[in-house]
T-cell receptor
Framework: DVKVTQSSRYLVKRTGEKVFLECVQD?????MFWYRQDPGLGLRLIYF???????EKGDIPEGYSVSREKKERFSLILESASTNQTSMYLC?????????????FGQGTRLTVV | AQSVAQPEDQVNVAEGNPLTVKCTYS??????LFWYVQYPNRGLQFLLK??????LVKGSYGFEAEFNKSQTSFHLKKPSALVSDSALYFC??????????????FGAGTRLAVHP
């Protein structure tokens, strides 16, 4: 079974803190993604990466950055957390294959910024 | 731009009855469509996908989806609902990017409640 593991299920951070969300996948997938999930808005793509040290902005990258130093690990960084970043964050990975493949998701990290 | 719409925030159905969760899409070119399910406090799980071929796609847990090109729809169905099917369901469409990469664009989600 493909496994995508996010380091924390729940996090509470203070406004202005630098926050790291970690994601590890064990299937040697090239593609990795970070989404945030908000009620009524579905999932929105923050950043994605298709190779080590490569990153691309998604639809809502403002206030976030990412790091991919190793193929299996993709980190999401909130440079200075704000209350409007309170959300569920989902990491996903997928193999190459262009149009054919589905994505595999981690269990999510519910982040609360106070 | 590619998009999907899920017109219902919530669907209520009695256990044993058939269920339908609706999804419509807007794409340029051929649509590649997916359904995912999210159980409480869990990540998303893949249910099924339509790439090409038969308009009726069978997936996990007894779910199926019907692709209708003329109506630009991809509705999720199950002949007999279970209480354990209660969850949040997302429709998604593949969006292609430069360089042959792809991402998923998700609908807002539909909460399915199956009552005993």
């Amino acid at each position: 079974d493909v496994k995508v593991t996010q380091s924390s299920r729940y996090l509470v951070k203070r406004t202005g803190e630098k926050v790291f969300l970690e994601c590890v996948q064990d299937m040697d997938h090239e593609n990795m993604f970070w989404y945030r999930q908000d009620p009524g808005l579905g999932l929105r793509l923050i950043y994605f990466s298709y190779d080590v040290k490569m990153k691309e902005k998604g639809d809502i990258p403002e206030g976030y950055s990412v790091s991919r130093e190793k193929k299996e690990r993709f980190s999401l960084i909130l440079e200075s957390a704000s209350t409007n970043q309170t959300s569920m964050y989902l990491c996903a990975s997928s193999p190459p294959g262009g149009w054919y493949t589905e994505a595999f998701f981690g269990q999510g990290t519910r982040l609360t910024v106070v | 731009a590619q998009s999907v719409a899920q017109p219902e925030d919530q669907v209520n159905v009695a256990e044993g009855n058939p269920l339908t969760v609706k999804c419509t899409y807007s794409v340029s070119g051929n649509p590649y469509l997916f359904w995912y399910v999210q159980y409480p406090n869990r990540g998303l799980q893949f249910l099924l996908k339509y790439i090409t071929g038969d308009n009726l796609v069978k997936g996990s847990y007894g779910f199926e989806a019907e692709f209708n090109k003329s109506q630009t729809s991809f509705h999720l169905k199950k002949p007999s609902a279970l209480v354990s099917d209660s969850a949040l369901y997302f429709c998604a469409v593949r969006d292609s990017l430069a360089g042959g990469y792809n991402k998923l664009i998700f609908g807002a989600g539909t909460r399915l409640a199956v009552h005993p």
